[in-house]
């Protein structure tokens, strides 16, 4: 059991779902060659608003991807209660959007099982490795 107490066990989880999220990432670049994918032209927005709804995830993705692995890599004082709070949140504004249609709207959930099946590949191991993270994350409080 001492691997799951290892702070590189839970890093390498999360860098893992991080790596696994390329999949779904290339398919998002896929959909914006596709004018399946595109508003229509009489879309008072414009037929190329679909680029900026992309260029604003793809921000707001590696921005967060990012922040998490600065605070993974931190020295120590740094690991507080407060910064592991600010990981998970993090991370669920980052794999929430992939579930949110399921109670809300079923038009907004993922194409297909294989799409499914990819969310959860990327999401579980980062997901656990922040829990497993976190007892590693109180090195910097003060007493």
Not at 63 to 79: C, D, E, Q, T
Request: hydrophobic share 55%; aromatic share 14%; charged share 10%.
């Amino acid at each position: 059991m001492g691997v799951l107490k290892n702070f590189w066990t839970a890093r390498v989880l999360i860098i893992a779902g991080f790596l696994l999220g390329w999949n779904s990432l290339s398919a998002t670049v896929g959909h914006l060659s596709n004018d399946l994918f595109l508003f229509v032209e009489g879309s008072p927005v414009g037929q190329d608003h679909s680029w900026q709804h992309f260029l604003r995830e793809l921000g707001g993705d590696f921005g967060a991807m990012i922040a998490i692995l600065v605070l993974i890599f931190a020295a120590p004082v740094y690991r507080t209660r407060v910064t592991w709070w600010v990981m998970l949140i993090l991370m669920i504004g980052f794999y929430a959007p992939f579930w949110i249609g399921i109670p809300f709207d079923p038009a907004y959930a993922a194409p297909n099982m294989s799409a499914e099946i990819n969310h959860l590949m990327m999401a579980i191991p980062a997901l656990i490795g922040c829990f497993l993270a976190r007892r590693h994350f109180s090195e910097g409080e003060l007493a």
